[in-house]
């Protein structure tokens, strides 16, 4: 990845790349607009910004992938554990499936390859949108070329854990805000791109986000308790980029003197539709397995 400094990013102008952090997650997405020099130093006041070194500047289709056994889609996390491991889980994508087997990447622990070989039994989890599912599988295979994945037997030992209610995760999340006194109606995108053109949308920074709501920090100054918002972002799950636009009423204001420049207030989110709903899920439950243990409960 290449690393970004303030003068990198346009002002004004759709930027050329996705914006990413130390990490590889998402921030903002390409063709989006950074509206001014105030709003550069808030998406860098978090931390470094990198993008791809080869970004073609596209956006990933919005066509759903294929799902495979239990309902995992290609490109979900997978972490990953050996029996009898107490460590940290490892990391890995499922990218392909064929009848009931799976293909996923090689899994990584802090940047190194966990050692495995074909015979040995991993005990995995997922999120497939609405269910965590534990499970295990043998490593039929290992193969090398034209990269390094793993070949699994079809999954056993299944545990499943629905998702009812998604706690709140710590994100560095870009997004465009706007106010009014008024119910909103279906988003628009015309209508959206004159907001833009007139300053109405505000970029605005996510630091933590749940189903029921989020904290903002905005360059400016904060909404005041109880009016009516609207957040339009992307979110990136399974590998694939979404876009959610939800409905909100400002509900706290954060008394910070310190950092009167880039106030921090909480929205609660109106009713989320089904689809948005079940993309914050997946989106939260995400990251609750890339900081969680693993175990196949029995």
Not at 60 to 69: E, I
Not at 150 to 178: C, E, F, H, I, N
Not at 206 to 214: E, H, P, Q
Not at 252 to 275: K, M, N
Request: negative net charge; hydrophobic residues 40%; charged residues 20%.
């Amino acid at each position: 990845m290449i690393h970004l400094s303030p003068n990198d990013l346009p002002v004004g102008a759709p930027l050329p790349w996705s914006l990413l952090d130390g990490d590889g997650n998402l921030v903002l997405g390409s063709g989006n607009v950074i509206p001014d020099t105030r709003d550069v130093a808030l998406v860098f006041r978090h931390g470094e910004l990198c993008r791809l070194e080869a970004d073609s500047g596209g956006d990933p289709q919005d066509d759903p992938l294929p799902r495979g056994p239990l309902g995992l889609q290609v490109g979900t996390l997978l972490h990953v554990k050996q029996p009898g491991d107490n460590s940290r889980a490892a990391a890995s994508r499922l990218i392909g499936f064929v009848e009931q087997g799976l293909f996923m990447t090689w899994p990584q622990l802090g940047g190194r390859d966990l050692p495995v070989q074909a015979g040995d039994t991993l005990l995995l989890r997922g999120f497939s949108g609405r269910v965590i599912h534990s499970f295990t599988s043998t490593i039929t295979a290992v193969c090398r070329s034209p990269f390094r994945y793993l070949v699994l037997s079809a999954p056993s030992q299944l545990d499943q854990m629905p998702v009812r209610k998604a706690a709140r995760v710590p994100t560095r999340m870009a997004a465009y805000m706007t106010q009014s006194q008024e119910s909103f109606q279906e988003a628009d995108q015309d209508a959206f791109s004159a907001e833009m053109a007139n300053g109405a949308a505000r970029l605005v920074m996510v630091s933590d986000l749940s189903t029921g709501g989020a904290q903002i920090h905005a360059a400016g100054p904060a909404p005041v308790i109880g009016s009516r918002v609207q957040l339009r972002f992307r979110l990136r799950t399974a590998s694939l980029d979404s876009e959610i636009v939800a409905d909100a009423w400002v509900r706290a204001v954060t008394s910070d003197t310190a950092d009167a420049e880039f106030p921090s207030f909480g929205i609660s989110f109106d009713v989320l539709g089904e689809r948005e709903m079940t993309l914050l899920q997946c989106f939260i439950y995400e990251q609750l397995l890339t900081s969680s243990g693993l175990g196949v409960h029995r």
